[in-house]
């Protein structure tokens, strides 16, 4: 049995207006049904883990609506971060919570905010992963690409261990060239940032590279179901390193070869942005992707197509002769753009902030 | 001194989702100023006329809108039909309430809904026609055309007659063929409904081609000041031909010479749809027009040009890399289409009714 972690961090500004700092990408129905991606991550991890062995570890901002989205999920398995301390804080504070109910767990960690359609091709990876993490591996997955991305980390294989590999390295970001290269050579694979491992081996590798971080987050697990935990979190969580779990962790167990890695041929995508949404959820006949999430009417898209239209407002949608664009209505905003150009949403964002109109973003 | 009577009537629905059946294009601010096209035009005749020789005639839906949007016109002057009956009821009605006050008023009659932005040349070519009617023509204004527009009327001239020329006839929409040829010989000009002349010389012709009509308005007229003006009205205004002035009483009174015509040349448009808005008002140095009627923040258009947006709810528009778009917001709805294909917009609001969806339309 699994016990699964789902990181529930991020904003997601190329998704705005949609996305907002109050409402993040991982609470948004972009799944092609009225599931937030949240609760499309933890239905997927339900063929793996139970739900009180299902942990999501979350901002104070968006506690409420985590619990509120996930009744199912036992209260003391939501924990709260009382402010950002990026994510070997927050893994390791899981991987802590998590010893001590059973100390030889093996845990999985997957962000809230990716979209797998295929729950069973997924499932089948994980436990693959689970079986080398089992024999004292830090396993990661990895996808098989679909393309030269190269908005994204890479994996690169190495020997054969039985259902997976070892990962010979981290790969940052490529340029074009390389990405291309990556992909022909079949020696790389997408870093989706999904890890599993034993958390008795995992804790012991935090120790060794960040002893202060390990000592701490030991004791906030150790005080987790006691009434000290709340002064303990005031206290010591502010004092921890801000270091991702990979460069903390996973990057120096690599170059000591204890990190594996297992493929995942399955359709996986972050919805980074509003092209990208428009890909990976089944269009209309004519392309076009509707999300209808809020109250409005159904859009009227006239002789339009290949749009991304949101309808997230009480509004009606119309368009007329539009095709590849995104339309967004929301309360309080609306966005056109055309596809080509989703990456720049974030540009609005950050004009907003700039005029101090902190309420749109 | 002119007695200025407004037509207030038609809805515009090229226009949606600004204009509606409950909020008609004159009484929206599509000036490029807070001013309605209503309010714009009782200004323009400010030159001409006195408020309390200025008069709208408007249907009932629209009485309170007008009532506020014109506080300086005397309640009397406002001409409140209680149904639709086509602008000879309309107009002779007018006609009739200004001949119980002076019976040889010269009375002008110009469409609430029609964009001027020159008072001074509108008021110098309507003063050459108060000129002719005072002599017992019955005076159009038609404008120098600009090009060969297809969706108007046109007049063409005849005999120079002083300041203006006889009309020799009213000429029905062209084709493109035609409108060419009619810009080209310099004798046509644009039909923009616009009439001048004497309450006496328009009510005697009124009673030479449609008795019943001139009989019923001057018994409307005559209860005009009087308390059977509401019982009057609801018994006899339902009898009334429905028929338009043109039909009525210029044609037949061009085909006897009795009808003249004084060129305008001034820039005019009747802002049928949201391309044309954007060629009637300035834009911005990207030649985008913005019209922020409602109480939401300045759109952000990046790296957009040449579009026409209308903010008239209270939300942020934001484009990215948009040209040459119509993009409208409103509080129920927002409208996404290139210009070029303005004209449908019409089809939209055919299609919410045919759905039954009235409250959109």
Redesign the interface.
């Known amino acids: 049995m699994l016990h699964a972690v789902v990181p529930a961090g991020g904003s997601g500004t190329r998704l705005w ?1 949609l996305s907002r700092s109050q409402r993040p990408k991982f609470l948004l129905p972009l799944t092609g049904s009225d599931q937030s991606l949240l609760q499309s991550t933890v239905e997927r991890l339900g063929r793996l883990s139970a739900v009180d062995h299902t942990y999501v570890v979350t901002g104070s901002a968006h506690a409420v609506d985590v619990a509120r989205q996930l009744p199912q999920v036992p209260g003391d398995n939501i924990l709260v971060e009382p402010s950002p301390r990026d994510s070997a804080a927050a893994i390791s504070l899981a991987a802590a919570v998590i010893a001590e109910r059973d100390p030889k767990a093996i845990m999985g960690s997957f962000a809230a905010d990716h979209l797998v359609p295929d729950h069973e091709a997924f499932a089948q990876t994980v436990e693959k992963a689970m079986d080398l993490a089992d024999q004292g591996f830090l396993m990661t997955i990895g996808i098989t690409p679909s393309g030269p991305d190269t908005g994204l980390g890479y994996l690169r294989i190495g020997d054969n261990i039985g259902p997976g590999y070892k990962l010979d390295a981290f790969v940052e970001k490529p340029d074009q060239v390389s990405a291309v290269e990556y992909v022909n050579s079949g020696q790389y694979l997408w870093n989706a940032g999904m890890f599993t491992w034993r958390v008795d081996v995992f804790l012991d590798q935090l120790a060794k590279r960040k002893p202060q971080l390990h000592q701490t987050v030991r004791r906030l697990a150790e005080a987790w179901d006691s009434p000290q935990r709340e002064s303990l979190f005031s206290q010591l969580w502010p004092t921890l390193e801000k270091i991702s779990v990979d460069y903390a962790v996973m990057e120096p167990a690599a170059a000591e070869s204890m990190v594996g890695v297992v493929p995942g041929r399955f359709s996986w995508d972050d919805v980074g942005d509003f092209d990208t949404l428009g890909k990976v959820i089944k269009g209309d006949g004519l392309g076009n992707v509707v999300l209808n999430s809020g109250s409005g ?1 159904e859009p ?1 898209l ?1 002789e339009s197509k290949r749009n991304v239209v949101v309808s997230a407002g ?9 095709d590849d ?1 995104i ?1 967004v ?10 596809r080509d ?1 989703a990456q ?2 974030k ?2 964002v950050e ?2 902030k700039s005029k101090g ?1 902190n309420d ?1 973003v």
Chains 1, 2 share one sequence.
């Open positions: 207006p009417p009227l006239n009480d509004r009606l949608i119309a368009t007329i002769g539009v664009a339309v209505d929301t309360d309080d905003a609306v966005l056109v753009a055309p150009r720049e949403v540009l609005v004009e907003l109109r749109l």
